[in-house]
């Protein structure tokens, strides 16, 4: 059976169906502000993954975009005091997909294991606020680029509805604040993925909307450093982009 199969015809849902579909536990795709792609989130991770076609207990990121949700996750990273202001400001105002190394001996909550991975955890950070009346009621919520495994992210509600089945709603973008990228949808990118080690060494994960005006990975990871760090940083620049999931054993998404 073509998974697209009954989602072409159909049209994307409201703001207050989206909500009541995440209150029953379905998978809903949400738009982002450009230059990002779709996501698709729901309140477990197994229905994120169901949706994308993809085995139910593959890792997923944790939508970091409730401060209370932050707050229980400060204690169980692996980092400098330093480190922590800066993955919390790169998840709040940069808007990255973020990933931090776990300490062994804490105690972390249930919740954070979907996005837990041979000692790293990923966090997705973007919050637009047309979403917050959906966002807010959920604090804990698991996320992914809005794409069926193999394909690309959807960059419009057309694109997602063409790709997901009728059973994952798609949510429409009318009224205020849901203005059109006025560039267009071309260009639009999944969001760019940062690891912070331990050693507070930045690197660069896997390329994204956040970076690609950049000319290197270097040079965004100084951007980062100078415009969220005091006087620039100590961090050090790098990038484990290419083959580093099978590297280092951190979920994608």
Same mark, same amino acid.
């Given at each position: 059976m073509n998974p697209d199969d009954g989602s072409r015809s159909r049209a994307p849902v409201t703001l207050a169906e989206a909500r009541r579909a995440l209150g029953r536990g379905t998978a809903v795709v949400l738009p982002n502000p450009a230059p990002l792609t779709h996501v698709i989130t729901a309140a477990t991770a197994p229905a994120v993954n169901r949706a994308k076609g993809r085995a139910v207990g593959q890792s997923v990121a944790l939508w970091a975009h409730h401060p209370d949700t932050l707050r229980a996750l400060d204690g169980v990273w692996a980092l400098a005091s330093e480190d922590r202001v800066l993955a919390r400001r790169l998840l709040v105002e940069e808007h990255l997909t973020v990933l931090l190394p776990l300490h062994p001996q804490a105690e972390r909550p249930a919740w954070l294991e979907p996005a837990a991975k041979d000692g790293w955890v990923l966090l997705f950070g973007t919050r637009w606020q /047309? $979403?917050? +009346? $959906? $966002?807010?009621d959920h604090p804990v919520l698991y996320v992914s680029s809005a794409n069926r495994t193999g394909r +690309? /992210? &959807?960059a419009t509600t057309g694109e997602a $509805? &063409?790709?997901? /089945?009728? =059973?994952? /709603?798609v949510l429409e973008r009318p009224g205020p604040g849901w203005a059109a990228d006025p560039a267009g949808e071309t260009g639009r990118r999944a969001t760019t993925t940062v690891r912070i080690t331990g050693e507070g060494q930045l690197r660069l994960h896997r390329h994204g909307a956040q970076d690609r005006r950049h000319p290197c990975a270097d040079a965004y990871l100084r951007h980062l450093r100078t415009r969220y760090t005091a006087a620039g940083g100590s961090a050090t620049a790098g990038s484990d982009t290419g083959d580093a999931d =099978?590297?280092?054993g951190a979920p994608r998404t």
């Open positions: /047309p $979403l917050r +009346p $959906l $966002l807010d +690309p /992210p &959807a $509805l &063409a790709m997901f /089945p009728a =059973a994952v /709603p =099978a590297a280092t």
